[in-house]
């Protein structure tokens, strides 16, 4: 089935711009999603179809898509935004979900 | 605004099957793909499988002879059964509302600890 990978850390300072990836084969032909999961919370959808947001969701959140590699980006980090970010992707051929390892973001 | 509460058993016997229910309180119950994820202590989100709205089921291979996913549209209800249970299970279940247009979750339960232990 098709796997979608994510690096497992990325560490930014407060006002700058993380970005964290996830990689799959022919990814921009899918429809990828983005999750945020803070400690003993239920994951909460921060971007949808690559880049669209959902209402509630700040401006900072945004997402990009191209080759094998969607991108989340999040513009003047600030330390609310330390979390776990999972990216998500419909496999079409198996009818199945499938989520990136996830990836936790320290704000320094 | 759809809002999903779910409950079950928070400790399961090895070998014993775990049992977990989600009920939907809003929004429509028909129109859209009722999945259950777990993530075991910290280690990422898996899929478990999923229910669509005329009763076919999906599941993640992984599971696939040990999980039963079911819905109960009188009730507006989806429920997990997973068989065998081991420690491997050990985990924080969750119940999700897939969309069906662009296959995303936006609605989850809270999630139930579902401990494996004698």
């Known amino acids: 089935s098709y796997v979608v990978t994510q690096p497992p850390s990325v560490s930014v300072a407060p006002g700058q711009t993380a970005k964290i990836t996830c990689g799959g084969n022919n990814i921009e032909g899918k429809d990828v999603h983005w999750y945020q999961q803070k400690p003993g919370q239920a994951p909460v959808l921060v971007v949808y179809?690559?880049?669209v947001r959902p209402s509630g969701v700040t401006e900072r959140f945004s997402g990009s898509c191209s080759g094998d590699t969607a991108t989340l980006n999040i513009t003047a980090v600030e330390a609310g935004d330390e979390a776990d970010y999972y990216c998500?992707?419909?496999?079409?051929?198996?009818?199945?979900?499938?989520f990136g390892g996830g990836t936790k973001l320290t704000v320094l | 605004q759809v809002q999903l509460q779910q409950w079950g058993a928070g400790l399961v016997r090895p070998s014993e099957t775990l049992s977990l229910t989600c009920a939907v309180d809003g929004g429509s119950f028909s129109a859209n793909y009722w999945s259950w994820i777990r993530q075991a202590p910290g280690k990422g989100l898996e899929w478990i499988g999923h229910?669509?709205?005329?009763?076919?089921?999906f599941y993640n291979p992984s599971f696939k002879s040990r999980v039963t996913i079911s819905e109960d549209r009188s009730k507006k209800q989806s429920s997990l059964k997973l068989t065998s249970v081991t420690a491997a299970d050990t985990a924080v279940y969750f119940c999700a509302r897939g969309n069906s247009s662009s296959y995303f979750f936006d609605s989850w339960g809270q999630g139930t600890l579902v401990t494996v232990s004698a």
């Open positions: 998500q992707v419909w496999d079409i051929r198996t009818y199945h979900w499938v």
């Open positions: 179809d690559v880049y």
């Open positions: 229910v669509k709205h005329w009763g076919d089921s």
